[in-house]
């Protein structure tokens, strides 16, 4: 992360902004570089850092002069601290938990110190395949493709049938999340990322990051239209980069969960000035319009139909898809 030079920092320059703040809001480790010399280092420390405990993110910040004064040398990252393996007892006693009627995961026995993958594979090797039985099998259960009028139910359902295994879900659906859930549920195997602490704005930053990071892998994004105006830009990188990005906007004019708050706080009657903190009409955003601008081909449904040949559209083809889903 770039910074002013240090030696202006203390006149209060235009853009001067609080990156240590930031860096630690965001980051499992931050450092501020202090000297040219040390650049190398810690750059260093930073990749060592981001290479530990599986994986966490490492902010580095650099103020300026760090780039224009002279370094020192270069440095290799040491290689991250070795990952603790549960004790025999231990993966034992997980399969052990594993085995009881009702038990689907055991997240207590990995801490981000511990090598997960490893853990993972001792508690499949604890379990053993042979001792698997027919009932620990769910059968596969993909819906068919609903017609008729569109409803989120009968999206969520034509979504699982149509998206192929391995799809990278994003899901920042907000109030349209819940109707989806039940359709979903039966699609092929997937990730589902959903949005941490409910601060909204992420979902499209993490499709891009999503489909940067899984080149192979499809990426869906439920999208509140809402939500999606906090980050729509990330359409254009999506169209710069290429990315195999569908991202589907359920456009249902409004803020609909804070409508929902509201009904279950017991209001029945609102003003037109409340009703306006919560709508978005007057002017109706046009995200087929808004994805075009972008470099995004965006299309607008309204039934099933609609739907149906627009998603498997975007799920035969590579490349970032908008569909506004008018509910
Ligand atoms: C950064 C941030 N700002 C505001 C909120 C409050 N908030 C929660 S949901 C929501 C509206 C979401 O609208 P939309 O994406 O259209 O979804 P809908 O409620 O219609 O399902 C807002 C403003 C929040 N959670 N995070
Ligand atoms: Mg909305």
Redesign the pocket.
């Known amino acids: 992360m770039g910074d002013h030079a240090d030696y202006h920092l203390r006149f209060e320059a235009p853009l001067k902004g609080d990156t240590v703040g930031i860096g630690e809001a965001i980051s499992h480790w931050t450092r501020v570089c202090t000297a040219p010399g040390r650049v190398a280092g810690d750059g260093a420390d930073a990749v060592q850092a981001a290479r530990s405990r599986n994986g966490q993110i490492a902010t580095l910040i650099l103020p300026e002069n760090m780039a224009w004064d002279a370094a020192e040398g270069h440095a290799t990252a040491p290689p991250p601290p070795p990952l603790h393996h549960p004790s025999a007892q231990e993966v034992a006693a997980a399969a052990c938990a594993l085995r009881q009627p009702g038990a689907v995961l055991l997240i207590d026995l990995c801490s981000r110190d511990m090598d997960i993958e490893w853990t993972l594979r001792a508690l499949s090797d604890e379990l053993g395949e042979a001792g698997l039985e027919a009932d620990d099998f769910v059968e596969r259960d993909l819906p068919s493709l609903p017609e008729g009028a569109l409803t989120l139910a009968k999206v969520g359902e034509a979504m699982a049938a149509l998206m192929p295994e391995n799809v990278v879900l994003v899901d920042?659906?907000?109030?349209?999340?819940a109707h989806l859930a039940p359709g979903l549920r039966r699609a092929l195997g997937h990730d589902v990322m959903t949005i941490t602490g409910?601060?909204?704005?992420c979902g499209l930053p993490l499709g891009v990051g999503a489909a940067v990071a899984c080149p192979d892998r499809k990426v869906v994004v439920l999208?509140?239209?809402?939500?999606?105006?906090?980050t729509l830009q990330s359409l254009w990188t999506m169209a710069r980069e290429g990315l195999d990005v569908t991202t589907v906007v359920?456009a249902?004019r409004?803020?609909?969960?804070?409508?929902?708050e509201l009904a279950a706080v017991g209001v029945t009657e609102v003003g037109r000035n409340a009703v306006r903190m919560?709508d978005?009409v007057e002017p109706t955003l046009d995200w087929v319009a808004l994805a075009k601008g972008h470099g995004v081909e965006g299309v607008q449904v309204t039934d099933m139909a609609g739907f149906n040949a627009a998603f498997a559209g975007a799920m035969a083809q590579k490349g970032p898809r908008l569909i506004e889903v008018v509910c």
């Open positions: 920042e659906g907000v109030s349209s999340s409910g601060s909204i704005g999208e509140g239209h809402g939500s999606g105006m906090y359920f249902n409004g803020d609909q969960i804070l409508r929902d919560f978005v």
